[in-house]
């Protein structure tokens, strides 16, 4: 079993910063594969960025240049470094583990970009 704990988000004025943690538990983490989703209202949710076990990333064209994913595997946690925010950021932000049969999500945190 993994357990995922997100925390980070909150309220930030356009233009600003935010980085998101996600906390792991279980043993999975160094061999998983780890993502950041995000769920607008209304909208269905989407990919925001990936990496893999060995350091690969992907990007959503929508953040790319504006957001960071990072992983630290002794600490079993995975970052999101969030840039130049935009309102169109503002959703609930979802940390994702995967690998084999396993496909955990965190319980979500709040991202509003609002002046």
């Known amino acids: 079993q993994v357990q995922l704990v997100e925390s980070g988000g909150g309220l930030v004025q356009p233009g600003g910063s935010l980085r998101l943690s996600c906390a792991a538990s279980g043993s999975i983490f160094g061999v998983a594969t780890m993502g950041w989703y995000r769920q607008a209202p209304g909208k269905q949710r989407e990919s925001v960025a990936t990496i893999t076990s060995g350091g690969s990333t992907n990007y959503a064209d929508t953040v790319k240049g504006r957001f960071t994913i990072s992983r630290d595997n002794a600490k079993n946690t995975v970052y999101l470094q969030m840039n130049s925010l935009k309102p169109e950021d503002t959703a609930v932000y979802y940390c994702?583990?995967?690998?084999?049969?396993?496909?955990?999500w965190g319980q979500g945190t709040q991202v509003t970009v609002s002046s």
């Open positions: 994702n583990a995967r690998f084999i049969m396993i496909n955990a």
